[in-house]
Structure formats: C-alpha cells, structure tokens
C-alpha cells in the first residue's frame, strides 16, 4: 500500500513495477467510495531498479484509491493508496474519532 500526503499536492511514489517502462505510462486513480476513475498526468524517472512516480493531484483525508498504471494496454503496476496525514508506522482508522 502506498501513502500520500493529503496536505501536499504534489506527490511522489516509489514502487517496483513488473517491467520498466520506456515511455509515458498512465496513472489511473479509481476512488474506492465514489467509484470514478481518474487519469492523473505523471512523469516518472528510475534510478537503481526502482520507478519514481512523480504526480499532481488533491487528496482529502483517509481517501483511498486502487492504482493502475498501464502502457500500451499492459499494466506496468497495480497497487493501494491512502491519504493521511499520519504517519504510515503510528496509522489508526479510529485516530481522533473516540476520545475517553
């Protein structure tokens, strides 16, 4: 699962993919509660085996996503994203909703 920053706009994500790519690829974000997908325009860069995926796009709090990116038709990476502002080690769904 990858995490952003609902504070930020801009974003940046590290990830594995099955294959690199040598062109452009598309990122398409499908929001899991309103269930439209978006395609995000993205550039991305790799550097010792790794993709840096580099993207604009407003997030709102405990969003959450399923990602896809694709080229010509073949998924490159296929993945889970959340927007929090908390820190992804001290995460907690319930944070801030029960106070005792």
Do not use: C, W
Not at 81 to 98: F, G, H, M, R
């Amino acid at each position: 699962m990858k995490v952003v920053n609902p504070e930020d706009t801009e974003h940046i994500i590290t990830l594995i993919p099955r294959y690199y790519p040598k062109e452009n690829i598309n990122l398409s974000l499908f929001n899991e509660a309103t269930k439209v997908i978006e395609n995000v325009d993205n550039t991305h860069t790799v550097t010792d085996g790794v993709l840096f995926l580099s993207f604009e796009y407003t997030f709102t709090e405990n969003q959450k996503f399923q990602i896809k990116l694709n080229q010509d038709n073949e998924i490159v990476f296929r993945g889970k994203l959340i927007a929090t502002s908390q820190t992804p080690q001290d995460y907690k769904l319930t944070n801030n909703v029960y106070f005792y």
